[in-house]
C-alpha cells in the first residue's frame, strides 16, 4: 500500500545493458512538495535511473508507483501525461520559433490535421508571465538567456501540471543572479505541490536548495536521508565516492621567479588592457561570473580570437595562432569539450594522440603500436574508467570525456596549459582526481592557468587569483588564509 505521503516510490528497479548493471536494485521513496537531491559520480546510475522514470529507458525489473499507482511509461510523451516532465541541461528549445509555439511544441491539438490554439497557450502565458515577465510570448527563443530558455520550460510544465518536474543540472550555464531566480522559482513550485527532482554536481547547491538527498553510487543506492541531518560536504562526498577528498590550498614553499607567460594590456571586443604574468610551476586562476571574459581570455593566448596588445612566451614575442600555440609548448583545454576538445566519434585510442602525432608517425605513416601505447600509457596516468581504448569519446562519462581531452593536452607536452572550466558537469570524483593531477603537474614544473566559475575551484587549487568582471581584470591576490570569499564575490558582481 502506497503512502500518500510520497509521490514516487522505486522498489527493487533494475537496468541491465550488454555486460553491465546500470541500475542495480535500487528502492528509496520520494515525499510529496519536497526538493528532492540526486548525486553520485558520473557512472553512478543518475542518468539511466531518470530515463526509466521518464519512458526514454525501459526497465529490466522492479517497481515504481506514482502517486501510489503503478507507473511504467512508455515513452517521454506518456511520462509527461502521466505528470513527470523534465528540464534537461542541454535544453530543449527550438531557438527559430516564437516563446508561444515552444511552449505548445509537442501538445498540439489538430482538428482535421490542422494545428488549433486552445487555454492551454494561455495557462503556459499566465505561468511564464507569473515567473517572468520581461519575455514577450512572440518573440524568438534564440534572443533570450538561458536562465530565460529554462523558464519557458519550466512554465510549460507547471502550467501542464506536472507532480514532478526533473531538472538535470539546470545550473551549469547561467549566472550566480539567475541562479538565486532559479532557486525562488523551485521554491514557488513546491508551494504549487510540484514535486522537483534536482540533479547537480554543485553540493553547495544540494544543501541550499534540497529536502532530501539520495546518494547512488556504482549504479547501487546507497542512502536517502533529510539533508539536515547530513553534516557537511564531506559526508556527503564520502557517501557518493567511498572515501574522503582533499578539498583546502596548500601554498607552496618557495616560488620558481622566472616567468613563462607574460600578458601586456591585452585587448579585444571583450577584453580591456588586462595584464598579467605566470610563473614555472605556478597555478593561476581566473575567476568571474558567466560573461566575465575568462573564455575570451584563453582563446586570445591560443591565437583563436583577435586580439591588441603584447605577450611574452619565455620571454620572446609571441604573436599567437593554435598551430604556433602547440609548437611553443601551450595547450589549452576548451570550456565545450564534446564540440571543441573531442573528436567524439573517434576512439580514445585516436583522440589522445592528436596534438602531437609527430611522436607516433614516420613520414606520414602512423604507428598502430605506438598510438595505442600512447593511449593506453595516458589511460593508465589518468585512471580514465574504461573497458577499452577503442570506446569512442562519445560513450564515456563526462568526467572521463575531461580526462582525455586532458590526456591530448599533456601528450602534446605542453609547457603551460590552459585549463577553461576544467570540471565543468563533473562528479567529485573525477573533479578530485583531475586536481590531482593539476598539482602533480605543478610540481613537476608546469604552468597552469585555470579559468572558472567555481570559486571553491579557484580557492582550493590556484597560487595566484585574479578577478574578472565584464572584460576587465578588477584585483588581483596570492591566496591564503586572508583570501575572503564574500569579497571575491562583491568584486566579481560589479562591486568596486
Same mark, same amino acid.
Given at each position: ?235 556527503? #562526498?564520502?557517501?557518493?565516492?567511498? !572515501?574522503? @577528498?582533499? /578539498? +583546502? %590550498?596548500?601554498? *607552496? ?112 605513416? #602512423?604507428?598502430?603500436?605506438?598510438? !595505442?601505447? @600512447?593511449? /593506453? +600509457? %595516458?589511460?593508465? *596516468? ?115
Amino acid at each position: 500500500m502506497a503512502s500518500s505521503e510520497n509521490v514516487l516510490e522505486i522498489r527493487d528497479l533494475v537496468k541491465e545493458f550488454p555486460g553491465v548493471r546500470a541500475v542495480d536494485n535500487v528502492s528509496f521513496d520520494i515525499k510529496r512538495n519536497t526538493v528532492h537531491c540526486l548525486v553520485g559520480e558520473n557512472g553512478a546510475g543518475k542518468s539511466t535511473l531518470i530515463k526509466i522514470l521518464t519512458g526514454a529507458y525501459d526497465r529490466t525489473s522492479g517497481t515504481t508507483l506514482l502517486n501510489g499507482k503503478e507507473y511504467v511509461p512508455h515513452d517521454t510523451k506518456d511520462a509527461r501525461e502521466h505528470g513527470v516532465t523534465t528540464l534537461y541541461q542541454e535544453l530543449n528549445v527550438v531557438d527559430e520559433l516564437t516563446v508561444e509555439d515552444n511552449l505548445t511544441l509537442g501538445l498540439e491539438d489538430t482538428t482535421f490535421w490542422f494545428i488549433r490554439k486552445t487555454d492551454k497557450i494561455n495557462d503556459m502565458i499566465a505561468v511564464m508571465n507569473s515567473i517572468e515577465p520581461s519575455i514577450h510570448p512572440k518573440q524568438k527563443v534564440g534572443s533570450l538567456s538561458v536562465a530565460q530558455k529554462q523558464i519557458v520550460e519550466i512554465s510549460k510544465a507547471a502550467a501542464t501540471e506536472s507532480d514532478v518536474i526533473i531538472m538535470d543540472e539546470p545550473t551549469a550555464a547561467i549566472t550566480e543572479g539567475e541562479i538565486e531566480d532559479l532557486f525562488e522559482i523551485i521554491q514557488t513550485l513546491r508551494e504549487q505541490n510540484v514535486t522537483v527532482i534536482y540533479i547537480s554536481h554543485r553540493l553547495d547547491e544540494i544543501f541550499e536548495i534540497g529536502d532530501y538527498v539520495t546518494v547512488l553510487r556504482d549504479g547501487k543506492h546507497i542512502d536517502t536521508k533529510p539533508l539536515s541531518e547530513v553534516d557537511g560536504r564531506q559526508e556527503l #562526498i564520502k557517501m557518493m565516492i567511498g !572515501r574522503t @577528498v582533499f /578539498e +583546502e %590550498y596548500t601554498p *607552496k614553499e618557495e616560488m620558481d621567479p622566472e616567468h613563462v607567460l607574460e600578458v601586456r594590456n591585452l585587448r579585444n571586443h571583450k577584453l580591456q588592457d588586462i595584464s598579467f604574468s605566470v610563473r614555472k610551476g605556478e597555478i593561476v586562476g581566473f575567476y568571474g561570473l558567466v560573461g566575465a571574459g575568462k573564455t575570451e581570455l584563453a582563446r586570445a593566448i591560443y591565437g583563436a580570437d583577435p586580439f591588441e596588445g603584447e605577450i611574452l612566451l619565455n620571454g620572446q614575442p609571441y604573436t599567437p595562432t593554435p598551430k604556433k600555440a602547440i609548437e611553443a609548448g601551450l595547450a589549452l583545454v576548451p570550456e565545450e569539450r564534446r564540440s571543441e576538445g573531442l573528436f567524439t566519434i573517434l576512439t580514445i585510442r585516436n583522440n589522445i594522440p592528436v596534438m602531437n602525432m609527430g611522436n607516433i608517425s614516420n613520414h606520414g605513416w #602512423i604507428s598502430s603500436s605506438e598510438e !595505442r601505447a @600512447v593511449a /593506453e +600509457e %595516458y589511460v593508465d *596516468k589518468l585512471n580514465i574508467a574504461t573497458d577499452s581504448i577503442e570506446k569512442e569519446a562519445a560513450k564515456l562519462s563526462g568526467g572521463n570525456q575531461q580526462k582525455v581531452v586532458l590526456s591530448k593536452c599533456l601528450n602534446a607536452d605542453a609547457d603551460l596549459l590552459m585549463l577553461d572550466e576544467p570540471t565543468r558537469g563533473v562528479d567529485v570524483g573525477a573533479k578530485s582526481e583531475i586536481y590531482n593531477i593539476i598539482r602533480q603537474l605543478a610540481e613537476e614544473g608546469k604552468s597552469i592557468m585555470i579559468c572558472s566559475s567555481e570559486l571553491p575551484e579557484i580557492m582550493n587549487l590556484c597560487d595566484t587569483i585574479h578577478l574578472l568582471f565584464d572584460g576587465e581584470l578588477r584585483a588581483s591576490m596570492p591566496n591564503g588564509d586572508d583570501v575572503n570569499s564574500e569579497e571575491i564575490l562583491h568584486i566579481v558582481t560589479g562591486g568596486d
